[in-house]
């Protein structure tokens, strides 16, 4: 199979196409070159001062800058803005560099390198909020998709558990909900009637999810359903049950065994899910397509 997994949200190229970014450094070099020689020919040498070493130095950097820039790999149009914005800073030091070493007047070359700087300051402002949102985005993203069931839809099961340590103070009722005899499903009908039955359920489970109502798919054929601090969640079990539980075009009927163990909220919530687990089994002992609530429930 080709695929690739990118580990990357930014990609440093390994061997970069195009002369672009070679020709400003090409450009860079010789600019400098040519300032430093018109200063010893024609100029004040003894401009070739301190400043002038400070002015050299920025114009590397910035020079070493615009290349790691083209070395990334990105369509996003930010970074074109970035790249312009460093190639604007590097003119603006060389301006500065030519006034310090009297070459064009300060005065002009003052106004050059302001004129310069500030759409290169704005550039940069603006490329490194796009350049945020991007990041952001993909991290978004990436938590999402770590978080969620790719048939279904629903939260996965490590947001189950993430849920699980969010509640461990709190009182709620956790419902372990499994498809009754889903292998004889796919055995009879294929593996994709069983996907598709999956599916379906995940589609119906999660408009019963609310903010009090958290519905994940724990595993297989099982979902997991956590109902925090809500006194009637007797009724909202009763009502998933019924809402899950149909018949698949005359074929073969879809029905649920779930088994039902409140949280007291000095309880942890792993022994919860035991509980639950242990009315689960006992729904299925007892001939399946049933709620049974473990018997803590009644104490
Ligand atoms: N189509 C499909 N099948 C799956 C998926 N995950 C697990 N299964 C199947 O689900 C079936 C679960 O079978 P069992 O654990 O024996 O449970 P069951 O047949 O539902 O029987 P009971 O739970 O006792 O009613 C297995 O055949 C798995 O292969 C999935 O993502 N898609």
Known sequence: MN??????LVHEVESPKGLLYRMIIIYACCITALLTVLALVIGDTSRLNFYFFINTCTVAVMTWFIRKSFNIHSREAHLLVFRISLFFLLNSSLASMAGGMNLIDRDTASLIAAILYVPAMLMIIYSFRKFINYVNHNYKSAVNLSLTDELTGLPNRRYLNIKLREIENRLATICIADIDHFKRINDTYGHDAGDRVLRNTGLILSNLASDNVFISRSGGEEFAIVIIDHASAEGIVRKIKESVSYDCNGTFKVSFSIGVAIKQKHESSSSTITAADDALYQAKR????????ASRFNN
């Open 3 to 8: 695929f690739k997994i990118h580990d990357k």
């Open 286 to 293: 007892s001939g399946r397509d049933r709620i049974i609530y």
